[in-house]
Structures are given as C-alpha cells and as structure tokens.
C-alpha cells in the first residue's frame, strides 16, 4: 500500500519505505512532498521501489519529455543509471538538454528522425535493463539481466 496520510493502519505484511527527513529544519516534508507531485512520485517509486534500478544499469525511457518522463530521466540520471531518453521532436530533444544539467543523459533519440529500432540494435545490442514506458499509465518491463 502506498500513501501518504498523517495515519495509517498496516497489516503485518505491509513493506513500509520511509522518507528522509530534510536536513534544513525549516523545511516541512509536505512541502516537499508538493514538489514531487503525483508524477514525481510516481517516477520515484517505480524506479526506485518498484523496478529497484541501480548504478550503471541503462534505463530507456518513452515519452521523456512528458510530465511524467521528464522526472523519470532526471530521476533515474540522480541515481546513477545511464538513461535512454525517447522523444518525438527537435523542440522536446532541447527540452531535455536544457534540464539535465550535469546529469546528462547518455542518450536522446528523436524517434521521428531517427530509426529507433536500429539505434538501439547498434548502441545497445545486449545492455538494456529496463524500459519505462509512459502514457496514461507507468509500465515497468525489466530488459535483459
């Protein structure tokens, strides 16, 4: 079960994930919390709970310049994985650029002008481990080993 509530009642088999508390004290965790939004929340814990990526592990990512994709590149970047982003035109590829600061993304491939079948069969043969697919929903498929 995931929430975020002031109380809650758990069963003994619930797997609880704990938040950090800020190291300012002026912050409040709501506030915090604000900031990553449902689409924040929902790259945070499927990529970090649910598909449990790792460093160096590659991660392509679909619709990376949306709401959701956007975090889930800049997050899965955070924590040491090499992103893949897929985005479908010159504008958004710039986008992407322009907000990964230094946490640059190992890949940006505009599928409109780029083959993405064959990019990925030559740049990434056997060395995906996981693909984020992103519409109206998160689809987590684990690639490879």
Same mark, same amino acid.
């Given at each position: 079960?995931?929430?975020?509530?002031?109380?809650?009642? +758990?069963?003994?088999?619930?797997?609880?994930?704990? #938040?950090?508390?800020?190291? @300012?004290? &002026?912050?409040?965790?709501?506030?915090?919390? $604000?900031?990553?939004?449902?689409?924040?929340?929902?790259?945070?814990?499927?990529?970090?709970?649910?598909?449990?990526? !790792? +460093?160096?592990?590659?991660?392509? #990512?679909?619709? $990376?310049?949306?709401? +959701?994709?956007?975090?889930?590149?800049?997050?899965?970047?955070?924590?040491?994985?090499?992103?893949?982003?897929?985005?479908? &035109?010159?504008?958004?590829?710039?986008?992407?650029?322009?907000?990964?600061?230094?946490?640059?993304?190992?890949?940006?491939? @505009?599928?409109?002008?780029?083959?993405?079948?064959?990019?990925? !069969? $030559?740049?990434?043969?056997?060395?995906?481990?996981? @693909? +984020?697919?992103?519409?109206?929903?998160?689809?987590?498929?684990?690639?490879?080993?």
């Amino acid at each position: 079960m995931r929430a975020y509530a002031q109380y809650l009642l +758990l069963g003994a088999g619930d797997h609880l994930t704990s #938040i950090p508390k800020p190291e @300012n004290p &002026s912050t409040q965790l709501p506030q915090l919390l $604000a900031l990553l939004g449902t689409s924040g929340l929902t790259a945070a814990i499927g990529l970090s709970e649910a598909a449990r990526i !790792k +460093l160096g592990e590659t991660v392509l #990512i679909t619709a $990376a310049a949306g709401g +959701l994709g956007h975090i889930a590149a800049q997050w899965a970047a955070l924590q040491g994985a090499r992103v893949v982003a897929v985005v479908g &035109s010159e504008a958004k590829r710039a986008f992407l650029e322009k907000i990964s600061e230094g946490k640059k993304f190992e890949r940006i491939i @505009n599928y409109r002008s780029e083959d993405l079948s064959a990019v990925l !069969k $030559a740049e990434y043969p056997v060395s995906l481990n996981l @693909n +984020l697919k992103v519409s109206n929903f998160l689809c987590i498929s684990l690639v490879g080993a």
